[in-house]
């Protein structure tokens, strides 16, 4: 190759002649460089699986847009859900109630959510997706389905019956009325590897409901799904200015801004931890680089004196920088694929020897470790891990190309 | 006195030089003069610490002078903008040390080319011409071996092809056998006069060795600071 004499003599310093291999300076910055970007790309795309996991289950769970108005029961909603769904983007849309109730099984209380849906094919809710007993056609007026922790709670199954009491049954003890719980089968059990604290513990019909909660035929919203590819935001404003002023208009990304913002500063700050990571590999060259300027001092005079002028001198060592960075960078983003890869295993294995996969869903959610590459991202962290190794090479470039001839071949080495 | 065929390519007029060690001044080199004509070589000799490497500096412009003044053919090196000297010494002077001074990183052939690539040749050109120097020393099945594959003699021989591969007019030439057993010397010496006339090059050969001396053209004797 004809590299200009610098970058040849910084190539052969990291791998001199007749070797197959590089130096052990070499070999040990290269892994520095590919240990930081490797951990860089591993966390950011666990934390962006995460991210998209928790996106997916919202949409999931909410759709893409929520018409309501202000959380107040209105009537007409079936009629609107109508209307939006004359929206081109728009694919889906599911009319439900959802409150809280007390569920009762065998004496024990507990106060789960619940959310009752009208439906005719599949709901914006997609339950249907998320059920591990039963199926959507067992869902009646006088069935539930039951989350798998509630489930667990109460010590529910398929085909075992749960007593509800709903706010309006309170009104009616306050009226000393005989209230009686409302006994539902449960005909499915689901599981949504997510916070559960998001999720409505119960799903019934919206019919079922209506009636807990005496709605009559009102509603508390529309839940919206939209086509592939469509804007939310765009679809809102065009849905705002076609319907009433009374009904608002939110996306899922509104909704849930905050929760998105976190998720967002989680990322930023890990990768801003794991930069540290990085720094130090960085530091290490550094100071490896300096002791090699010091080591090497009669051969930058010897350069300097057969016509290397300082800014080849300084070239040799930026160059090692950057070829240091380079490699490191790819072979860090080689090892975080290889372990990526194989993240389920690992997982499942380490789980399964302790035990410990509900307690992973219960804390975590998630059972498995979800992954979201982001090329964009990579390449990034790829372009950082290598500046920063340049960066690191300047000081040293700067101190053997300050050298002076005359001095360094006075050395005695 | 120069001539027309043998012109005058290197001078030093009244070069001082001096270095401060504690509270004195150490006046190394006191007015040398001295002139080296195209194609011929002049040794220098003298005791150690007597200046002669740091007149050599002052000839390469490595080092700057307290007075006087160097020319590299009839140029005042004084006018030479510190910038471009490196390229110009690159093509005008070629170095032999007494430590070698090879880059052990790189191989007999490498550590030649080099040279040739920071004076600005071709890869091409440069491996041509380093191939044919080594092959001329001797060094032509050693093309491949790093530095501390050689022996002291085979360093040496590289290190003079390094000096001659840029076909320099000046070799300066620092007791280029100083590291070297007395019959290596010998023979290293002969190829490096050898190689300096085929190549038409002056040399200015700073040795102790009063027989190597006495086959220059010229001989000096560097005697507290000044040359007799």
Redesign the interface.
Known sequence: ??L??YM??AL??LV???RRFG?VFFFLAVLGVALGVAVLVIVQSVMGGFGMVHRERIVDTSGHLDVTDGGYPFQGGFKLADKILEDPDVKQVTPYARGFVMARNRGIPVFPGIYGMAYEEEPVFAVNRYLVSGTMEDLYDDTVFVSRSLASNLGLWVGSTVEVFSPVMIDRLQQNEVVLPREFEVAGVYEIEWNQEFLPGIVCTLRTMQDLYGLGDAVHGIAVRLKDGADEFVVAERLKESLDNRHQVMTWKDRWADFLWVLDLEKTMMLFLNLFIVAVAVFAIAIAQLLTVVRKT??IG????????RR?VLGIYCFQGFFIGLIGAVLGIALAMVCLSLRDPIIQGLSSLTGTRDTLIRYYYFAYLPVKYNAGEIVRIAFMATGLSTLASLLPAWRASRL???ET??VEQ | MSSPDNPIILRADGLAKSFRSGTRDIHVLRGVSLSLEKGKTISIRGESGSGKSTLLNLLAGIESPDEGEVFWNDTPLATLPEVRRPKVRAAYLGFVFQAFYLIPELNTLENVTIAARIAGLSLREGRDRARQLLDELGLGERLGSRPDQLSGGERQRTAIARALVNQPEVILADEPTGNLDERTAGRVMDQLLEAVERHKAAMVLVTHHPGFSSRTGKQFHLEEGRLV
């Open positions: 190759m004809n200009p004499w040849y003599l052969r310093q001199p002649s007749g130096s009669r051969e010897l350069l300097a004196v057969i016509g290397g002028n080849g002076k001839p005359a071949l006075r």
